[in-house]
């Protein structure tokens, strides 16, 4: 509006800063370290299946004869199953344990899958680590989906309203940023909509982990685009904190996605398929991990009183102007 250039000059230097930051980011490499060869099922295991008969069963077949076409292109270290993978509670059904480490020593890999618990007398939704020895290591779910999961503190009085939503029992939500151990590279596994929640992967950094295993199940959203989003949310975590992250979704977007956001592998909604690839450690701790929204949160404040000393400035400019105005 005044015609001045120089109104242009640090908005072109802000961009000439980021544009060279960004592609200096890009250039350096991002197989640095120990690789993980990893290895991704997706049985796309249509939401109305599951939970009728013998489901169960079918599923944990379909899961290992999926795996064992897996364990053909190649060796892995690690083996990512879907959040839903496993339907039966693992401290209730005798024999699953044992049918786990058993197709995790058959592909001489772990195995992460997801499977509920009910030890020590709590139900939680846990992901599960297997390897030749048998159970490894358990996270449970600390953000647990509103009503279908659990019922919400202050609206609870609601859940009978949605009938088929909460009709089971609900979880307790878990407590610890739990770290997986049995690779060369510490990872940790958000489930479902957890990737979604960026200070709960920079807890997950920060108590150790260079790895990213994302287990879900976006079947019950069809083809709205909610599987696009939900991947959408894990790329924008693999920059944040510069780590790899591991996406095994039951009915898909299963992905490989590098620690610039960018989506090396992936396997579409609802496509039956699996994923092999190398991934490897985090790299130095980002701003974000090491700080958090601290950085963000202090420049705002400073726009804040920066806004608030020049409105008071403007105000007693204003009362010193019709002071001195002369009576007429």
Not at 16 to 40: H, K, T
Not at 74 to 96: F, H, I
Not at 151 to 171: N, R
């Amino acid at each position: 509006a005044r015609r001045d250039a120089r109104a242009l000059v640090a908005p072109a230097a802000l961009l000439v800063l980021a544009g060279g930051f960004g592609a200096q980011r890009l250039s350096i490499p991002r197989d640095e370290g120990p690789p993980v060869r990893v290895g991704v099922v997706q049985s796309s295991v249509p939401q109305g299946e599951k939970f009728r008969g013998q489901s169960a069963t079918r599923k944990l077949e379909r899961h290992a004869h999926l795996t064992s076409q897996l364990a053909s292109r190649g060796d892995l270290d690690l083996l990512v199953w879907s959040e839903t993978a496993v339907e039966a509670d693992l401290d209730e059904t005798p024999g699953l344990a044992a049918a786990l480490r058993a197709i995790a020593a058959g592909s001489d890999a772990l195995l992460v899958t997801g499977a509920p618990r009910s030890a020590v007398g709590r139900r939680t939704k846990a992901v599960v680590s297997f390897d030749a020895r048998g159970l490894r290591t358990s996270y449970d779910k600390q953000r647990l989906v509103p009503f279908s999961e659990e019922d919400p503190e202050f609206i609870g009085f609601a859940a009978p309203l949605l009938g088929p939503v909460t009709e089971d029992e609900p979880y307790v939500p878990g407590k610890l940023a739990t770290v997986f151990d049995g690779l060369a590279v510490p990872f940790a596994t958000p489930i479902g909509f957890e990737i979604t929640y960026p200070e709960l992967a920079r807890e997950f950094r920060t108590a150790g982990a260079e790895l990213l295993v994302n287990l879900s199940n976006d079947a019950s959203f069809g083809r709205t685009g909610y599987a696009e989003m939900h991947l959408g949310h894990a790329v924008l975590r693999a920059v944040e904190l510069r780590t790899w992250v591991v996406r095994g979704a039951n009915a898909g977007i299963s992905a490989v996605i590098d620690p610039a956001g960018r989506v090396l592998e992936r396997l579409e909604v609802f496509e039956t398929g699996t994923l092999h690839s190398r991934v490897f450690g985090a790299g130095p701790q980002t701003l974000y991990v090491r700080y958090g929204d601290g950085p963000i949160l202090a420049i705002l404040a400073v726009i804040v009183v920066i806004g608030l000393g020049r409105a008071v400035s403007r105000r007693v400019g204003a009362r010193s102007v019709t002071r001195r105005r002369p009576v007429r």
